[in-house]
């Protein structure tokens, strides 16, 4: 639901403890959240003329920061304490490589290392004492590393989903968490670590994350708020699943209920995927047209910037396109060619409230 704006005035000064922002942004309406864009910079599919052109054309369009994934185990893939040279190539290479364009990297550190968590699947948490030291040391080692270029961490990767974390467990996840935590936090005590997107607005998992120990842990909250049906558009109400963008007050709830009520959301995911349809298509599986994705990003970021102001940051998944083909590009806003989709070449106009921010969904 969309709050009125006397309620949702009230509820932030208790939590935000002011009127939601400096006087400019009070005189204009809620500021716009800052975009950024997932750049799988790691991934051995890309060769650095392919990073480049799409960093570049995420440059040319207003983006300001991307999210990196980071893979612990191709760090540490033998033991705790030493980085691989060829992992940390890697790494360095698209960290660098971002920083070079003034894109701020979001670092998800995830995929443990099998002396880490005694198992072949690097989806498997880390649980044992020698485990969990091994990510608060690399996590320290990592802020001292990239300190000032890396301008947040975020442990792990929809960590309430059985594919991304095995057992999906909160309890093990507030374990992640704190280790993690306390080890950025002691390389540089200025890192902003953010709680692990969840996938969907799962308020349920993370209110018994917080209650395990995951509260006071992080500095943002981390939400993927994908809808289901996958093709509907972002402004359906709350009908209490955690499928829905509007079910954002029921998490500003449960966190406040933890003492974490004042810290800022970031969709660390979001977006719609370009594809055909058919009769048996599943609901968690439809796409979208170019036209329609590109309306369904202006309409999340008008949404936020009106309803939402505590989510600052936003940021679409994913970068490359997944064909040349604009009708079944997937995810991703950049083409092949350099090109980018419509949902990426509007949002400067999206972002400033200018009259060419609105898409027509067809």
Wanted: hydrophobic share 40%; aromatic share 10%.
């Amino acid at each position: 639901m969309k709050w009125p704006c006397p309620v949702l005035i009230v509820l932030l000064a208790v939590l935000v403890g002011g009127c939601g922002g400096p006087p400019q942004a009070r005189d204009r309406g809620w500021a716009p959240p800052e975009f950024g864009v997932q750049f799988h910079g790691t991934w051995t599919d890309y060769d650095d003329a392919e990073r480049e052109m799409v960093l570049d054309a995420l440059v040319a369009h207003g983006v300001t920061t991307v999210r990196i994934d980071v893979s612990w185990r191709m760090l540490e893939p033998e033991r705790s304490g030493t980085f691989d040279e060829y992992g940390l190539e890697v790494v360095d290479n698209a960290i660098q490589m971002a920083a070079d364009r003034n894109l701020r990297p979001l670092v998800t550190l995830w995929m443990a290392p099998e002396w880490a968590n005694g198992s072949g699947d690097e989806r498997v948490p880390p649980t044992s004492a020698a485990g969990l030291a091994g990510l608060e040391d690399v996590a320290s080692r990592l802020a001292i590393r990239y300190r000032g270029v890396v301008d947040a961490w975020e442990v792990w990767n929809e960590p309430n989903d059985d594919d991304f974390m095995t057992g999906a467990d909160p309890e093990q996840y507030a374990d992640l968490l704190s280790a993690a935590y306390h080890g950025f936090k002691e390389g540089d005590p200025n890192s902003t670590v953010v709680f692990g997107g969840t996938s969907y607005i799962d308020v349920e998992w993370i209110r018994r994350a917080l209650a395990a120990g995951a509260a006071g842990h992080f500095d943002v909250m981390g939400v993927h708020p994908y809808l289901r049906p996958s093709d509907a558009p972002p402004g359906l109400p709350d009908d209490g699943s955690p499928w829905r963008l509007h079910r954002l007050p029921a998490l500003v709830t449960a966190m406040a209920a933890f003492g974490d009520g004042g810290k800022p959301i970031w969709f660390t995911e979001f977006g719609w995927c370009v594809h055909p349809n058919t009769p048996q298509t599943p609901v968690w599986d439809r796409g979208v047209s170019i036209n329609e994705q590109a309306a369904y990003a202006a309409e999340t970021i008008d949404i936020v910037r009106s309803t939402y102001p505590m989510v600052t940051r936003v940021y679409w998944y994913r970068a490359r396109a997944e064909s040349p083909d604009p009708e079944r590009a997937g995810y991703g806003l950049v083409y092949p060619d350099g090109q980018v989709a419509p949902a990426l070449s509007q949002m400067p106009d999206v972002l400033s409230g200018g009259e060419g921010g609105s898409a027509s969904a067809s």
